[in-house]
């Protein structure tokens, strides 16, 4: 493995996102952290879902930024490599939003996509 690819996070959280998931996880039990999946379903196939979680599981890859964590279960992981979490506040409104390479469609508001 090459220094580049070494350095290359399977999933990456901007400012933007660690700063809103600490604000939500003030009010949640001690040591939420978010949870990122993937379940079937939505308009394009597959959608991201997020919640707080206060178990981090064995086969979780837990994602650090600026003192949050955030977690992706192994079965979501492959949906979401290479993928950023970033948080929007637009005319649609505020958001999580996922920019995933993977995805070949996704749907309007971005909550659902293709592999």
Known sequence: MSMAEASVSPFTVT???ARRIQAI???EPPGSRLRVSVSGGGCSGFQYEFGFDTAVQPDDLVVERDGVQVLVDSVSLPFVE???LDFVDDLM???FRVANPNATASCGCGTSFTV
Do not use: C, M
Request: glycine share 16%.
């Open 82 to 84: 290479g993928s950023t």
């Open 93 to 95: 409104g505020q958001s």
């Open 15 to 17: 400012e933007r996102a």
């Open 25 to 27: 996880a003030a009010k």
